[in-house]
């Protein structure tokens, strides 16, 4: 099986830096993505891991321990446009294919 | 062009009701999927095909009815839905499945409302 966990909620305020952690248990695994959705929008792509170490796009940051199954993204100064709902995804490799799993998300709430 | 579109974006349909959920992607990726999503919970997988054959169906009843007539294209067909199954459904697809690299685009996704 597979399990993936990020926290539920988060804050912060605007010019701020924020990591949001994320653990997974799977086999098969082939790669974490991460996703940022707007309400009402579908996820777009932030980020993909799939050898262990730090890969920075911008303000954003991803970073991957498979030994440890943990990755996590970071977001520097933040904007309030940032607001909105991060999705952990793993890819998992089986006999059936290959599907990208996703933990429940972390709501991060960017104030003035 | 990383576009992946879906029509239509809403659909309100009866219980009773036939219809169909469209996905077309231009990208040459070889891999589509359907995802299902309600309001504040993560996507979660319904069908994945690779190469146009279906290889992973995530236990979905059979009132969902997935197809991929080419490369290029996935409909889900709908028939007699429950209000239950109200929900954003979402269209992905990537390059290839098992190679390391490959990004899965989403579309913008079509919102259902069975009536």
């Known amino acids: 099986g597979q399990n993936i966990d990020q926290p539920t909620e988060m804050t912060a305020t605007e010019g701020a830096i924020v990591q949001i952690n994320c653990t997974y248990q799977?086999?098969?695994?082939?790669?974490l993505f991460w996703y940022q959705q707007h309400a009402g929008e579908a996820p777009t792509f932030l980020s993909y891991n799939v050898l262990d170490g730090l890969e920075e796009k911008g303000r954003f940051s991803s970073f991957l321990s498979r030994s440890k199954g943990y990755s996590y993204l970071l977001l520097k100064e933040l904007q309030m446009k940032d607001s909105a709902s991060y999705l952990c995804?793993?890819?998992?490799?089986?006999?059936?294919?290959?599907?990208?799993?996703f933990g429940k998300g972390t709501t991060l709430s960017v104030s003035s | 062009d990383t576009e992946v579109t879906q029509t239509p974006k809403h659909l309100v349909m009866g219980m009773t009701n036939k219809k169909s959920l469209k996905c077309e992607q231009h990208m040459g990726h070889r891999a589509m999927y359907w995802y299902k999503q309600k309001a504040k919970k993560p996507p979660e997988l319904m069908f994945v095909?690779?190469?146009?054959?279906?290889?992973i169906n995530e236990s979905v009843p059979s009132r969902f009815s997935p197809e991929c007539p080419n490369s290029s294209l996935l409909n889900l067909h709908l028939h007699a839905l429950q209000p239950e199954d109200s929900a954003l459904y979402l269209c992905?697809?990537?390059?290839?499945?098992?190679?390391?690299?490959?990004?899965?685009?989403f579309g913008e996704g079509s919102w259902l409302t069975v009536v």
């Open positions: 799977t086999s098969g695994f082939n790669g």
């Open positions: 095909y690779s190469y146009e054959k279906l290889s």
């Open positions: 992905a697809s990537s390059d290839g499945q098992g190679r390391g690299g490959n990004t899965i685009y």
């Open positions: 995804a793993v890819r998992a490799n089986n006999q059936a294919g290959t599907a990208l799993i």
